[in-house]
DNA sequence: GTAGGGTTAG
């Protein structure tokens, strides 16, 4: 009996949430269990989806006279409360590690290390790694490493990484994880480059990791870099990897690629589903993301709550109103998904944007969660772009007063009464913006060229290529002006002259990075630019005639989506 | 016969 219980309780870690619960019936049925099949059902539940029984188990172990826990029954019951995020049930079990004389055991230390870590508990989980020193091994340190990462603080691990007396590829991935989740995403780049020069072999971890960090950067060299390594390296691919390549290239402008990738698995995961329809929709292919969800319902399979933040941008891209209610409905109703802050961006956009502002207002006003600013900002872009002048007027105060520090939100509502003509509101708010806003983001945009990152800010000087910049920049105005362009200075609303107006849009960070672009490619390339921002109205319009007139596609990551310029023509078709 | 550290999407 107890070899089948112990077949049992070592039996695939929770693949459903039955396992655990057949094993432990079995279990109930000894009437004096063993250590050994005691911890391995401490294991089991630890693993499955309900940690609290392992605990419990434990307890009513830790109680029986005839056998009391041992050195592995403590590593196990750890991993249960770190699950949980157990601050009530860990350090009771670290006192009952103590009693009983198990300090120096590296396992359990390890685990008390990494219990505390997650648990946010950081000074705990260093005074445990800074107790018994002669116990530590490579993990201790790369236990106390993950904690300091975890907890942001990256200067510390650094640090930690430099004094450890030996580090393996999973040291160097947590540095690299750390780094990029705590958005340092050059550091872990860098920090990815220098483990290759040092000849060492990434894991699927790094991989995944750096992946990412190119795709939140939208660096495509870099990817490609990544991609390229992977298959040197003879890594197996996986389907998180799979869907970290896909996720890369769709981020990085490469739809078709992003598309081929996903086309070709032969398993996929939610994960992949989820970032396959979510880079359609940035494209603006809200069609094919649509019959791509479809596909995957009809396959039985259950959407999540990014899956719908997907389909409601793809409705939102392609202007389709009624899909988007519909597909609101179907999350919250049939799903009995809990709409997010993002659920409800996309649907206020979409509604806002058709021009049904009233029901977008009245969407907001009945949210089962606290609207944010940046909600209450997407509903007065809405009035701006509908005219609804006495509405965002009412939204644009509410906003000024929820975050005043904020200037997007007096440049909106200055806009709204640009729009309307009522120039003396305008220069009352700029004012106040003036005197009371300063939190500015910094608008920027870069471009990838022999392996660099050019990054330019609005009447950058810095690059060393600046007067040649500046030169291609007179070219590009001189060709523009022959084809009949005259810049639209209405998105400048300084109190200033009309000639420096149009030297203000001139200069945007995306009209130098397009200027350098087309200084070191050829006709017939791609020329691709990464923004913070969303490309104003001039830019975009300029974006589209340089398509045209330099025979080059040039194709823009903005703050919120992809805009493919291509022989004139945007596949946003101008609405963004 | 049982044990510890690193991973992805809005």
Request: charged content about 25%; aromatic content about 8%.
């Amino acid at each position: 009996m107890a070899h089948l219980l112990s077949a049992l309780a070592i039996s695939p870690p929770d693949s459903s949430p039955s396992t655990s619960q057949y094993s432990l019936s079995i279990f109930q049925r000894f009437e004096n269990p063993n250590i050994f099949a005691s911890n391995s059902m401490i294991r089991c539940l630890a693993k499955s989806q309900t940690p609290q029984n392992s605990f419990l188990l434990y307890k009513s172990m830790h109680q029986n006279v005839y056998c009391q826990p041992n050195n592995y029954t403590f590593p196990f019951v750890l991993q249960a409360c770190s699950k949980l995020l157990g601050t009530r049930e860990g350090p009771q079990i670290h006192n009952h590690v103590v009693k009983l004389g198990f300090t120096k055991d590296v396992y359990i230390k390890n685990s008390l290390i990494n219990f505390y870590s997650v648990c946010g508990q950081i000074q705990s989980s260093r005074q445990v790694f800074d107790e018994n020193p002669q116990c530590s091994d490579i993990v201790t340190w790369n236990a106390i490493l993950a904690s300091y990462a975890r907890d942001k603080q990256l200067d510390i691990a650094e640090q930690l990484f430099g004094e450890m007396p030996e580090k393996d590829v999973i040291s160097w991935s947590t540095l690299i994880v750390g780094y990029v989740q705590g958005g340092k995403l050059e550091k872990g780049l860098d920090c990815f480059r220098e483990m290759k020069v040092k000849g060492l072999i990434p894991n699927e971890a790094i991989f995944v990791t750096v992946l990412s960090a190119s795709a939140q950067m939208g660096l495509l060299e870099h990817g490609k870099l990544v991609h390229s390594t992977m298959k040197t390296s003879n890594c197996r691919m996986t389907v998180p990897l799979r869907t970290a390549l896909i996720d890369m290239y769709a981020k990085c402008g490469c739809i078709e690629m992003s598309r081929q990738l996903f086309d070709e698995m032969r398993q996929r995961d939610v994960w992949s589903w989820n970032v396959m329809i979510c880079g359609l929709a940035t494209h603006g292919l809200g069609k094919e993301a649509l019959e791509l969800f479809e596909r995957f319902t009809k396959e039985g399979r259950r959407p999540v709550n990014v899956t719908f933040v997907g389909v409601l941008n793809a409705c939102g891209r392609a202007g389709l109103v009624n899909e988007g209610r519909q597909y609101f409905k179907l999350m919250t109703e049939v799903y009995g998904i809990e709409p997010e802050m993002e659920h409800y961006g996309c649907i206020v956009d979409l509604l806002g944007r058709a021009g049904f502002v009233e029901e977008a207002l009245q969407l907001v006003e009945n949210m089962t969660i606290q609207p944010d600013p940046v909600l209450w900002g997407t509903l007065l872009g809405a009035c701006k772009v509908h005219g609804q002048v006495e509405l965002g007027e009412k939204l644009g105060r509410k906003l000024i007063e929820m975050d005043p520090k904020h200037d997007g939100h007096y440049v909106l509502l200055a806009n709204i009464y640009a729009k309307a003509r009522k120039w003396e509101d305008v220069v009352r708010v700029r004012r106040l913006m003036v005197d009371r806003g300063n939190n500015k983001i910094a608008g920027w945009s870069l471009i990838e060229a022999q392996g660099e990152v050019h990054r330019f800010i609005v009447g950058d000087r810095e690059h060393k290529h600046s007067l040649e910049i500046y030169k291609m920049l007179n070219v590009i105005d001189r060709r523009l002006a022959e084809a009949g362009y005259s810049p639209d200075v209405s998105p400048v609303l300084h109190d200033i002259g009309k000639e420096e107006k149009e030297n203000a849009i001139r200069v945007h960070s995306e009209r130098l990075a397009i200027a350098f672009g087309l200084l070191v490619t050829q006709v017939g390339d791609c020329i691709r630019i990464v923004k913070n921002l969303r490309v104003c109205e001039d830019c975009h319009l300029v974006c589209k005639m340089i398509s045209k007139i330099f025979e080059q596609e040039i194709i823009v990551r903005d703050g919120s989506r992809f805009h493919h310029f291509k022989v004139g023509n945007c596949s946003c078709h101008d609405y963004w």
